[in-house]
């Protein structure tokens, strides 16, 4: 179910029986980008059939489809709306297969995160997390190198975000996986001697534009600088819980909680600009 939390919070029914993964609003063109489905499919729906099924204000806009999909693509497992100058970049990560623009296959590790970054505004990069670390492919030549594999943990590796550091050209990032995050450039060199420790072990982790960064345990919420890792603020939870983030909205960011069984929650949480939070 897709719940519009916007305004007053005020929930609104738009499309039930279908089961969604990830979405983005990009408003400049009309449209919600998703995951969604039982098959798992990038779907695009317009803004204003979305608006309209609240309103019924434009029978043209209620005849016509509300969605379509994109490239027919199934199995999608992550993406990232990237934009740089004037061109909007969406890169996706597949079962089996990676990215409808150009196409990585047979790759030695399967992506689960994805991301891309543009060095010195010249050459594209696609940054991948999977369950041994992370990698990156140079998008002209193809080929794929890693650039940060945990040599200190022997089990798999839970990759959360990908984070391309401001001011940097493009070329350094922190990676955040497990309860740690690393800083490194695109070409696998530590460009700081910090490692960023989560309280506890996050189910979900975000970069929200304030240039901090957000780790959702079960005990806890906290939010961290980018550039240094360190605490800004935390907020406990009344009982233990696991929350998956949603997405970032004016001062607001939304997320749901994990339950098992399909049921789940909603919740919205505000940040002044002294990162302090209300929910």
């Given at each position: 179910?897709?719940?519009?939390?916007?305004?007053?919070?005020?929930?609104?029914n738009?499309?039930?029986?279908r089961?969604?993964?990830?979405?983005?609003?990009?408003?400049?063109?009309?449209?919600?980008v998703?995951?969604?489905g039982?098959?798992?499919?990038?779907r695009?729906?317009?803004?204003?059939?979305?608006?309209?099924?609240?309103?019924?204000?434009?029978?043209?806009?209620e005849?016509?489809q509300?969605?379509?999909?994109?490239?027919?693509l199934?199995g999608?497992?992550?993406?990232?709306?990237?934009?740089?100058?004037?061109?909007?970049?969406?890169?996706?990560?597949?079962?089996?297969?990676?990215?409808?623009?150009?196409?990585?296959?047979?790759?030695?590790?399967?992506?689960?995160?994805?991301?891309?970054?543009?060095?010195e505004?010249?050459?594209?990069?696609?940054?991948?997390?999977?369950?041994?670390?992370?990698?990156?492919?140079?998008?002209?030549?193809?080929?794929p190198?890693?650039?940060?594999?945990?040599?200190?943990?022997?089990?798999?590796?839970?990759?959360h975000?990908?984070?391309?550091?401001?001011?940097?050209?493009?070329?350094?990032?922190?990676?955040c996986?497990?309860d740690?995050?690393?800083?490194?450039?695109?070409?696998?060199?530590?460009?700081?001697?910090?490692?960023?420790?989560?309280?506890?072990?996050?189910?979900?982790v975000?970069?929200?534009?304030?240039?901090?960064?957000?780790?959702?345990?079960?005990?806890a919420?906290?939010?961290?600088?980018?550039?240094?890792?360190?605490?800004?603020?935390v907020?406990?939870?009344?009982?233990?819980?696991?929350?998956?983030?949603?997405?970032?909205?004016?001062?607001?960011?939304?997320?749901?909680?994990?339950?098992?069984?399909g049921?789940?929650?909603?919740?919205?949480?505000?940040?002044?600009?002294?990162?302090?939070?209300?929910?």
């Amino acid at each position: 179910m897709l719940l519009d939390r916007s305004g007053q919070g005020k929930v609104y029914n738009l499309i039930t029986r279908r089961r969604f993964l990830q979405m983005d609003v990009l408003e400049g063109l009309n449209v919600l980008v998703t995951i969604s489905g039982k098959k798992n499919k990038l779907r695009v729906y317009y803004l204003s059939w979305l608006r309209n099924r609240i309103l019924h204000n434009d029978p043209e806009v209620e005849k016509k489809q509300g969605w379509i999909t994109v490239g027919e693509l199934e199995g999608c497992v992550h993406y990232k709306v990237v934009k740089y100058e004037r061109i909007k970049f969406l890169v996706i990560a597949l079962k089996n297969s990676f990215m409808a623009f150009k196409s990585f296959t047979e790759l030695q590790h399967r992506p689960q995160l994805v991301d891309l970054t543009v060095e010195e505004g010249q050459r594209l990069k696609v940054i991948y997390g999977s369950s041994v670390g992370f990698h990156v492919i140079d998008v002209d030549s193809g080929n794929p190198y890693d650039i940060y594999i945990p040599s200190h943990i022997q089990s798999q590796v839970t990759p959360h975000a990908i984070v391309v550091l401001p001011k940097t050209d493009g070329m350094e990032m922190l990676l955040c996986y497990e309860d740690e995050g690393v800083y490194v450039n695109t070409y696998g060199r530590i460009t700081k001697d910090v490692v960023l420790q989560w309280g506890e072990m996050p189910t979900s982790v975000a970069y929200i534009h304030s240039n901090q960064i957000m780790g959702w345990g079960e005990k806890a919420i906290e939010i961290r600088s980018v550039e240094t890792g360190h605490l800004d603020g935390v907020f406990m939870h009344k009982r233990a819980q696991r929350l998956k983030f949603l997405c970032e909205r004016n001062d607001k960011v939304f997320f749901a909680s994990v339950r098992s069984g399909g049921s789940s929650q909603v919740f919205f949480m505000t940040l002044n600009r002294n990162s302090m939070m209300n929910w």
